[in-house]
């Protein structure tokens, strides 16, 4: 099962008070990975983005790849008034059209991650620079400005969205973040996870229909607009294969800057 979007399309749900309450957490997704080559050079595709109105007011966290340059490619995220960058990783290291990828970003006062891998949890890497990063910086917790800032995007920040193609996304309240070699970074999420505020299946469709929101196993449900379209019918179809491999050596990044990204 999955949920694809075109270039005006994107998945916003309702206030989630237990996501606008959260100061730290992580949170992680499966996507095909044709949005992100489809990039061009100084161009972004947002991942998720959580904030106040699905505008960019009381922005509390926000995911997108980057097109760093014509053969590079980032995965970055805003958070606390800081936006944290990998390395540039030759986009030829990137798997073909069609293929899944599963991505990760963790948040705790100290130590900010991110992940982007294959479905089986191998970090993807040129063999120079890899899209493992944990970032050891004091960058503060998650903001709670507005009270209300739960409301959670995918596919979008402050209106701009791409054709792209989602298989789940998930949600975890806690100051507790999964170790890199291990595999609730990219399994498949469950209802029962502990400290999970937000889970979306993306397994909506059923023969004959086109469903107008995204129904959410924890939370609320994905309000959908734009043009997008179901695909499969069943249960979810996250691809989760294997025991966890053994990863790359984690790169840090410490800078800290007083900008965000759209």
């Known amino acids: 099962m999955s949920l694809t979007f075109t270039a005006n399309a994107q998945g916003l749900s309702s206030n989630i008070p237990a996501v606008a309450s959260m ?5 992680k997704g499966q996507i095909k990975v044709d949005a992100i080559n489809a990039l061009t050079s100084g161009t972004t595709m947002a991942l998720h983005q959580i904030d106040q109105d699905g505008a960019g007011t009381n922005v509390k966290w926000q995911a997108q790849m980057l097109k760093s340059d014509a053969t590079h490619h980032q995965i970055k995220m805003t ?38 891998t294959d479905p089986l949890g191998n970090v993807i890497t040129d063999g120079t620079n890899s899209f493992l ?48 070699a291990t595999a609730p970074r990219y399994s498949v999420p469950s209802p029962s996870d502990a400290n999970i ?13 086109t469903p107008t929101s995204a129904s959410a196993s924890v939370g609320n449900p994905l309000v959908l607009s734009g043009t997008y379209n179901w695909s499969g019918v069943g249960t979810n179809q996250w691809v989760y294969i294997g025991a966890p491999p053994i990863q790359p050596k984690v790169a840090s990044f410490g800078a800290r800057h007083r900008s965000f990204y759209y």
């Open 79 to 116: 958070g606390a008034g800081s936006v944290i960058s990998s390395a540039s990783v030759l986009s030829s290291a990137l798997p073909a059209n069609g293929s899944l990828v599963n991505f990760f970003f963790g948040w705790t006062n100290l130590t900010q991650y991110m992940q982007l």
């Open 23 to 27: 100061t730290n957490g992580w949170a």
């Open 133 to 180: 990063v944990a970032n050891s910086a004091n960058n503060g917790p998650l903001s709670t400005t507005g009270g209300a800032n739960g409301e959670v995007t995918i596919n979008a920040q402050s209106g701009a969205s791409r054709a792209s193609t989602w298989y789940g996304f998930a949600i975890y309240s806690t100051g507790t973040i999964p170790a890199a």
């Open 197 to 209: 505020v937000g889970f979306w299946r993306l397994n909506d469709a059923t023969s004959g229909t």
